[in-house]
């Protein structure tokens, strides 16, 4: 069988195998998609969980911010286990753990059970999701790695999105165990799928680890972090307090869930477009520095204005500039540890997103106090950004010139 040079320098497949490549990427998009609608179940029917279950607002909450604490917890070790093993075996051990517990939500008489069963799709998430730079480097050539990224997280935004929008009216027409039901086939179908598609594509391709100290001792991907987690921090404090802080203005929850969604609808669309001419112009650093700036200032009328068409133009706005920023951090993050500490430096950018998450939604609460108004956590926002965009414009390295080869990960 005729074989090609990868970029690490060792065999890859011939013609006919590298075909199979977008059926992998499908497989990584399904799963990861239908992970964050799983994750995303619950968010719009806490109302409804604290009312069927006699359960505090915060209780309730809990299985939707399970997901993030829980990757914080797993991301790391889930990143170094994609580099041994390979990641067609995190994508597949994800995707099985996913599908088991999706089975056990079916279940509803019980809100600790359906907990439990949250917890166990948040396990499988890390392994899922930190699949993805790993997977990018061993099938997708260096100029269309940024573009192979951004659909795959194209794929996690269409499953928010899914998540949000298609669970009330499901409950509605089939109450909860009969929606439980729906997501826990499309979870068996997923898991399916993915064996069928990703072990079909031979043997997994396992690294030896590289220690995690050894990354952190890189200046480069320390960069990354830090915006990773000021980035996410930001993008999760803007969704989760959007619905207060849009309130002042006029807006109510129907119109502020409205708004939420045509973000993330922007940001599918970016996630392709964005990373397509970031591969087009053969950089990296101007397009994250970019998408950030032209992300910011939309921020600004998302948050302050009353003028309904207004508000909805500048959040499609920001979606399509600011989610394609995640794509474009995960390719220059592989591309600064190399193929072979990848899925460990995939895991620790997830990890400081995620971490940057409850930090900064944690802040903004503290920084509104008892305000009537979310003036000062708008202006926590405004900072983290700032302050992501001075780091990246400062200390961040353009990355295509780098050959996605074994290097010395404490240079930097």
Do not use: H
């Not at 917890?119 to 499988?124: H, R, W």
């Not at 001792?217 to 921090?233: E, I, M, R, T």
């Not at 119109?255 to 970016?270: D, R």
């Amino acid at each position: 069988m005729k074989t090609n040079e990868s970029r690490s320098g060792e065999p890859t497949r011939g013609g006919s195998e590298r075909a199979g490549k977008w059926l992998v990427l499908v497989a990584f998009m399904f799963a990861a998609g239908l992970n964050q609608a799983l994750w995303l179940n619950f968010a719009p029917l806490l109302t409804l969980v604290q009312t069927r279950y006699s359960v505090s607002e915060t209780v309730a909450s809990l299985l939707v911010l399970v997901f993030p604490l829980v990757y914080v917890l797993l991301s790391a070790p889930a990143g170094g286990l994609t580099d041994r093993r390979g990641y067609r075996w995190t994508l597949v051990f994800g995707s099985v753990v996913q599908a088991a517990f999706a089975c056990l939500r079916i279940y509803d008489g019980n809100f600790w059970v359906l907990l439990v069963a949250q917890t166990g799709i948040a396990v499988a998430q890390p392994f899922i999701v930190n699949s993805i730079s790993k997977l990018v480097a061993d099938w997708f050539p260096k100029d269309a790695s940024a573009l192979a990224t951004g659909l795959g997280t194209m794929g996690m935004f269409l499953g928010m999105a899914a998540g949000m929008a298609a669970t009330p009216p499901l409950v509605q027409a089939y109450d909860v165990r009969g929606t439980m039901m729906v997501f826990a086939v499309l979870s068996v179908l997923c898991a399916a799928v993915v064996v069928a598609l990703v072990r079909a594509q031979g043997p997994a391709v396992a690294d030896e680890e590289v220690p995690m100290k050894t990354l952190l001792k890189n200046g480069q991907l320390v960069v990354l972090f830090v915006v990773a987690f000021l980035g996410l921090g930001y993008f999760n404090g803007l969704t989760t307090w959007l619905e207060p802080m849009l309130a002042p203005n006029g807006f109510d929850a129907v119109k502020a869930g409205n708004i939420g969604g045509v973000l993330i609808v922007g940001g599918i669309v970016g996630s392709i477009v964005i990373p397509a001419l970031s591969d087009k112009f053969q950089r990296r650093k101007p397009f994250l520095v970019g998408s950030v700036m032209v992300a910011l200032a939309l921020t600004v009328p998302v948050c302050t204005s009353r003028d309904e068409t207004l508000v909805m133009v500048a959040s499609a706005g920001l979606g399509f500039f600011f989610l394609p920023a995640l794509a474009l951090m995960l390719d220059m993050c592989a591309a600064i540890a190399g193929e072979k500490a990848a899925g460990a430096a995939t895991g620790l950018l997830m990890l400081f997103g995620n971490a940057g998450g409850v930090v900064v939604v944690m802040v903004m609460d503290a920084a509104k106090g008892d305000s009537k108004t979310w003036d000062n956590a708008t202006y926590v926002l405004y900072a983290v950004v700032v302050l992501a965009i001075g780091i990246a414009v400062v200390a961040a390295r353009e990355t295509m010139k780098l050959i996605r080869s074994p290097a010395p990960a404490g240079e930097g």
